[in-house]
């Protein structure tokens, strides 16, 4: 049972310039953050992908090392549900 998740923030990742070491996974606290499990980039590394209910805290941009995020904190939370329907 899941229902719509409040979104406050946005994150655009740049998936090329990710080298995968998961270190934004543990780093997101409301943990919208997961790796793909089959997906690579071109370089062949696993990426994360965003979940609805991310707060917009930068913790992700803060903890990469690539600076593969942009976060991007929105004006007012919007209810996203959780199929990602209504993502920015
Ligand atoms: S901004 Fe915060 S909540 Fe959003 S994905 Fe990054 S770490 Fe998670
Ligand atoms: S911290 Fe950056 S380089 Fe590491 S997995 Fe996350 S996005 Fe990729």
Redesign the pocket.
Known sequence: MSGPTLTR?H?VIDVEACKGCDL?ID????G??TMTTHAVNRRGYRYPV?APG????????QICPDFV?Q?YKLAEPVEVSVDGEGAP
């Open positions: 923030g994150v934004c780093a997101c606290p409301p919208v953050l965003l991310c707060t917009g805290c930068k913790a992700c941009s995020f976060v």
